[in-house]
């Protein structure tokens, strides 16, 4: 009888060649542990290249993801359990798993050949290299082909159910049912009743293999982590982000337009809206991505919220038209997931270095909001308030997101929609001057201006880039009416500030001389890191940031009330040298430049070393 | 999967129309004027706003959109809803407008250096896409705005200020490259003539789908008589759906099509009148159009066809973008699609 043994987290990652369905098993996985109310994190990670040469290191596709029955924030810095499909995939995760760890491999693929394609020039399973770990290593691929010998698939299709007989097998190590990805497989497929039935026998086979095998003496449960009653879903950051302009679209009342351009990796942005149009979206891919944020400018100024979603390299392209919709007055939002830069740099990595070009990328003076969502999840709410800001305030408002919290998955809490906060466009329909006179530049007392739609009778008025002279909106070369114009325009940015809360820190002892302070997807890692440093009975407080312009009211107070600030980030140092201009304190830049998340581990003995080094003052 | 595709209508279907007739005055804004006195803009501005009463739309439904250059201020000079954008990207913002409402009639005023030059991109894709619109392009085969450099459609070895040598690039011959781009609606007209003028752009503007109507228009200060060498000739070649294609004094010139299908102009006594082609812009082949466009003498102007290429019917963009999309009879409709839309099909309970 196999023992159970109940753990509070594990970290498990699967891998394999670009074309073994690594990100499916992951996926699915994580679907299965979710219906069973785990909280979990996901972080996929594959090569820039479609289809890498099969076999290479170079073409290993794999997916982590962390489950735990505790609030969790990050996929975690180590897997506990590696999935290896093919040599590749074990040459390129091993050096990740810690001593003790499980490997799992799938024997079938471990040829003289493919082993020498990968520079093992002795097979790893036969000497004692993975001594140090839990190996189980069974041929999957054999063992999937005999189970599905009966649907008389070709030789290849039918080795490629070898992923299902994997997930099968993980399912029943970690104790859950596999009936969520039956009924899944049996609409994916159910056109192809042949690799329905063949891909459903094979993760039975894999799971009774677990049953009945006696391969594994221990098998785990993890218990359901505690959360908000309600209804809930797996969302991924670019989907959280798409269905967050379909949300305050639909509470703004207004239709969403988007125009995008392909771009890893926001294109799923584009992917999720262009299947949204059975609520009502339109969506446009344009031949660049000046057309697709310039479509967007125009189907803002014909009444709808228009929006965009790009990353770096496209929001760089955007720039001009960004100047246009901050002197148009008009909505606008713009999703940018960050990727590697510069230029194409690493773009199926994770970055947090577009924060220079959203605070500051335009000519003139352009002031823009800039809202950074700090998970998969958050996406949503994040990209939400943009929405409600670029409408009610007629700004381009920047959603800053990254790679890792676009393709990264966690559990999400679906809203009702009269939940979320009310969005008042206020769009004019009569003249707001005496005498029929429209002024579409005359501001409300937030400073947004009277909003006009085309189709409006006696509010016709022509707006464009050049400069426009105060309430009337008619083109002026007036001195001193653009700087009146530039000082409104600034004013009514900064007076955004009354939409954000002022910052809350997080320091329960009271005690802590040194704050940290994140903004974006680094709140996982830095949450996870603080809480390794509270563990070792050190006093660290921190604080999060979501608004990056305009920064919250109390936010210089807060800076100047610790000893030492430290500023972890995804680059070298963008919101330290923000916080050093805005409020002239010595902030501390942290930055690590390596394409994927901060590791918690590193990051929490780096902050140790600073609060002893501080303690010893 | 085939879609079901809308049939193409009237370029204006779906706009209302007024319910008193307007006067070209009703389409004439307050602001004042500011071209050069004697520039061309100013009869394609009196044309254009000449059209508007006999379209019988609504000044609240026409958007007119501009790029960047002396042309494109011609928004500000009509009163209708309009925006003045960014140099070259008139066209991708009028898509968004189009797309996004069927009630409106837009049109996009451009230049060669705004269209042809920083903009190419978009016009061809909305040529392409055959998205409802009418695009005024003002070739005055030079760079005004910014004080007289030589344009995409220069001819080669035009000396200007940043081509004290002569120019070396070659002209882009805007028919061709809009034909190319399968443009439904392909003209050219002139500044000069009025008739003609209003004639080509009121077909434009009832065309549905991607109108683009090319504007010989005289600089009077950068390129003054651009155009007389075409205007001196008797090269050019008026086109109309139907009728032979002679020109020149008394229709003495006519053009007729060789054995290996090139075309040929040549005097109507030497080839025959029974051998002059007769004009076809509704065909469904091309190919007439583009060998008509040829015949135009990019670099001399001794020879230019003008008139309506080609108008035909193809399925609309912003049509077809619309009609996959679920309408809702109401807004609650719509906030439950929209709930569905979140909430997906793989979800659990807590």
């Known amino acids: ?617 | 999967m085939t879609a079901t595709i809308p049939t193409a209508k009237s370029g204006l279907a779906g706009v209302p129309l007024a319910l008193s007739p307007l006067t070209r005055k009703d389409f004439t804004s307050p602001a004042e004027v500011r071209w050069c006195p004697g520039c061309g803009d100013y009869p394609v501005l009196a044309a254009f706003q000449g059209i508007l009463p006999d379209l019988g739309i609504r000044n609240e439904n026409l958007v007119v959109v501009s790029g960047i250059g002396c042309s494109s201020r011609f928004p500000y000079y009509v009163e209708s809803y309009g925006m003045h954008t960014l140099h070259g990207r008139a066209p991708a913002i009028a898509s968004g407008v189009a797309m996004s409402r069927p009630d409106l009639a837009v049109f996009v005023v451009t230049g060669d250096g705004d269209a042809l030059s920083i903009g190419g991109n978009h016009l061809i894709h909305a040529l392409r896409r055959n998205i409802n619109m009418t695009i005024l392009l003002f070739n005055n085969r030079i760079y005004g705005l910014t004080k007289g450099q030589y344009s995409p459609t220069s001819e080669q070895g035009k000396v200007t200020k940043s081509s004290p040598q002569g120019s070396v690039d070659h002209p882009f011959n805007p028919v061709s490259l809009a034909l190319g781009a399968e443009g439904t609606f392909v003209a050219r007209t002139l500044d000069s003539n009025r008739a003609h003028l209003t004639e080509v752009l009121k077909a434009a503007a009832n065309h549905r789908g991607t109108s683009l109507v090319e504007i010989y228009q005289n600089c009077v200060i950068f390129n003054d008589g651009a155009f007389d060498p075409l205007k001196a000739s008797d090269g050019m070649i008026k086109l109309v759906h139907g009728e032979p294609i002679i020109f020149g004094a008394d229709g003495s010139m006519g053009v007729t099509r060789l054995a290996d299908g090139t075309l040929k102009v040549a005097p109507v006594a030497e080839i025959g009148a029974e051998n002059v082609i007769v004009h076809d812009a509704h065909g469904d082949d091309p190919q007439l159009a583009f060998a008509l466009a040829q015949l135009t003498d990019s670099n001399n102007l001794g020879m230019a066809p003008i008139g309506i290429f080609r108008d035909v019917d193809r399925p609309v963009y912003d049509d077809m973008a619309r009609a996959q999309i679920t309408t809702f009879a109401d807004e609650s409709a719509k906030l439950k699609a929209v709930s569905d839309l979140l909430k997906g099909r793989d979800t659990w309970e807590l």
């Open chain 1, 1 to 617: 009888m196999t023992q159970v043994n109940t753990i509070d987290h594990v970290v498990i990652r699967f891998s394999g060649d670009s074309g073994d369905g690594m990100q499916l098993t992951g996926d699915r996985f994580t679907q299965d542990n979710a219906v069973a109310g785990n909280d979990f994190v996901t972080l996929p990670d594959y090569p820039a290249e479609i289809r890498a040469p099969a076999g290479t290191v170079a073409g290993v596709s794999s997916f982590q993801l962390h489950l735990a029955d505790y609030d969790i924030h990050t996929p975690g810095d180590h897997p506990d359990v590696l999935v290896a499909m093919n040599p590749a995939a074990l040459k390129a995760n091993l050096a990740d798993l810690p001593v003790g760890g499980i490997v799992i491999v799938d024997t079938a693929d471990f040829t003289p050949r493919a082993l020498s394609k990968v520079g093992y020039a002795e097979n790893p399973l036969e000497d004692d290299r993975l001594a140090q770990y839990q190996v189980h290593a069974f041929d999957l691929t054999a063992a999937a082909t005999a189970a599905v010998e009966p649907y008389g698939l070709s030789r290849k299709d039918a080795s490629r159910t070898k992923n299902m007989y994997a997930l099968g097998l993980v399912d029943w190590l970690y104790s859950r049912s596999i009936d969520q990805t039956v009924t899944f497989l049996t609409t994916k497929f159910a056109k192809k009743p042949a690799i329905r039935d063949a891909n459903i026998a094979a993760l039975k086979a894999g799971y009774n293999f677990g049953e009945t095998s006696e391969a594994f003496a221990v098998r785990y449960e993890i218990a359901a982590a505690p959360a908000k009653a309600g209804t809930y879903r797996q969302i991924t950051g670019n989907r959280a982000a798409a269905y967050g302009l379909v949300a305050g679209a639909a509470r703004a009342g207004l239709p969403l337009y988007l125009g995008a351009y392909p771009i890893t990796p926001a294109s799923e942005v584009l992917h999720y809206l262009s299947d949204a149009k059975r609520a009502g979206v339109m969506t446009y891919q344009a031949e660049d991505e000046i057309a697709a944020v310039g479509a967007a400018v125009g189907a803002s100024f014909a009444g709808c919220l228009g929006a965009t979603s790009t990353s770096g390299p496209g929001l760089a392209l955007k720039a001009e038209m960004l100047g246009l919709a901050v002197i148009a007055e008009l909505p606008l939002v713009v999703i940018d997931v960050q990727r590697g830069g510069p230029s194409t740099g690493l773009p199926t990595k994770t970055e947090q270095s577009d924060l220079f070009i959203a605070l500051f990328g335009r000519h003139g003076e352009a002031p823009m909001p800039v809202i950074a969502a700090q998970s998969p999840a958050d996406c949503f709410a994040a990209t939400f308030e943009a929405c409600k800001i670029a409408v009610e305030y007629r700004t381009p408002v920047l959603v800053l997101t990254d790679g890792y919290l676009g393709n990264g998955a966690e559990p999400w809490r679906v809203p009702e929609l009269d939940e979320l906060a009310e969005i008042e466009p206020n769009i004019i329909t009569e003249p707001n001057q005496p005498d029929g006179v429209y002024w579409p530049y005359a501001r409300d007392e937030k400073g947004a201006r009277a909003w006009a739609i085309p189709g409006t009778p006696g509010l016709t008025h022509r707006i464009g880039g050049l400069e426009k002279a105060a309430n009337t909106g008619a083109v002026s070369y007036d001195n001193d009416n653009h700087e009146v114009m530039v000082r409104a325009r600034a004013a009514k940015i900064d007076g955004i500030v009354r939409e954000v809360p002022d910052v809350v820190v997080d320091d329960p002892s009271g005690a802590a001389k040194v704050l940290v302070v994140g903004w974006g997807s680094t709140f996982g890692p830095i949450q996870a890191a603080v809480r390794l440093v509270r563990q070792s009975d050190r006093d660290l407080a921190t604080i999060h940031l979501r608004y990056l312009n305009p920064l919250p009211a109390n936010l210089g107070e807060v800076l100047a009330s610790y000893d030492r600030v430290v500023v972890p980030e995804m680059n070298l140092g963008q919101l330290a040298m923000w916080l050093r201009a805005k409020y002239l304190i010595n902030v501390e830049s942290y930055s690590r430049v390596r394409g994927l998340p901060l590791r918690q581990s590193e990051l929490a003995d780096d902050l140790n070393a600073i609060i002893d080094e501080e303690a010893a003052k």
